[in-house]
């Protein structure tokens, strides 16, 4: 039998719960040779390591999301609904995984706000990166809650001992002579573009109009939420509204909208939506349907009825 030394260690260490110290007393070995088996019965596949998550993906769901809107990745999450009352914390607490875990070393992630984000952010473990750097997307609200974009950029640059930017602004203005002046005379403004114009990834929700956008009523009040409506509104992406077929709306909100430009979203890599729930299922198929989304993270009810009705 070949390499019988090497199954051996692998079987004292991994089945039989053996230190590397103890085998190599018991096996007359230098403690190297013994790390150096145990990493060859790794290479060799003598030895298979599979790690449990705590959450089952929807592979099928999955595949035919990404075929169908011919996007990146689709992380469709399975769950029973009677033992989740908040899907958005659910997903929340799913995707600060994959954040988690993630390589952010030398980027710029970009970063929205709403109630799915904020959850991922609440729920991430703390982690060191390096030269890792957070810009807000778009300006803040006016609350402090932890969907707030601001509370979110806060956070994160906490947990992941990361540097931020900020917008000190909220994400609507009086009118769009103010959004200009803001964003293109202010030091806050050019430092924010400068990144924006550097953005490796996004991470984001979306707004539903029939509930609302992302925005906050005392930033887009009920009589213009009706107006973005009568042009057809179903979702918004950081402000910016789109109908049914993925077509972004001109309006008065877009004007005075401090946010990134849509034009200059499109141009970062990997954009991540995070959203789910059957009250946003039309937003989650325009955003789709919008070529801005590369990558979904929702859950296997609202894939499926996207996948139904689309």
């Not at 999955?62 to 009677?82: G, P, Q």
Request: net charge neutral; charged share 25%.
């Amino acid at each position: 039998m070949e390499d019988l030394l090497l199954y051996q260690i692998a079987f004292m260490h991994f089945e039989m719960g053996m230190s590397q110290n103890e085998i190599a007393d018991r096996l007359n070995l230098s403690k190297m040779t013994v790390s150096r088996n145990l990493q060859k019965s790794k290479d060799y596949k003598i030895v298979k390591i599979t790690v449990d998550k705590p959450f089952e993906l929807n592979q099928r769901l999955s595949d035919r999301i990404i075929s169908k809107y011919n996007i990146e990745d689709a992380i469709i999450i399975k769950h029973n609904y009677i033992e989740i009352k908040d899907i958005q914390d659910y997903i929340g607490q799913v995707y600060s995984f994959y954040l988690g875990i993630s390589t952010l070393d030398n980027l710029v992630l970009g970063v929205g706000g709403g109630h799915t984000v904020g959850n991922i952010v609440r729920h991430m473990t703390s982690i060191r990166t390096k030269n890792l750097h957070i810009v807000q997307l778009m300006g803040g609200l006016t609350n402090v809650d932890f969907y707030n974009p601001t509370s979110i950029i806060q956070e994160i640059c906490r947990k992941l001992k990361a540097q931020g930017t900020y917008i000190t602004s909220f994400a609507t203005v009086e009118n769009k002579k103010i959004r200009d002046s803001i964003m293109n005379a202010t030091n806050m403004g050019k430092q924010v573009n400068e990144l924006w114009n550097k953005c490796d990834q996004s991470l984001f929700g979306l707004g539903a109009i029939n509930k609302g956008t992302l925005l906050t009523p005392e930033l887009v009040d009920q009589k213009e939420i009706n107006k973005l409506q009568g042009l057809g509104a179903v979702g918004d992406i950081l402000g910016h509204c789109f109908d049914n077929n993925g077509n972004f709306i001109s309006s008065e909100l877009e004007d005075r909208l401090i946010s990134i430009p849509i034009s200059l979203f499109r141009k970062i890599t990997k954009r991540i939506l995070v959203a789910a729930g059957k009250e946003k299922i039309d937003a989650i198929k325009g955003a789709l349907l919008s070529g801005i989304v590369t990558d979904l993270v929702t859950d296997e009810l609202t894939a499926s009825i996207i996948l139904k009705e689309g």
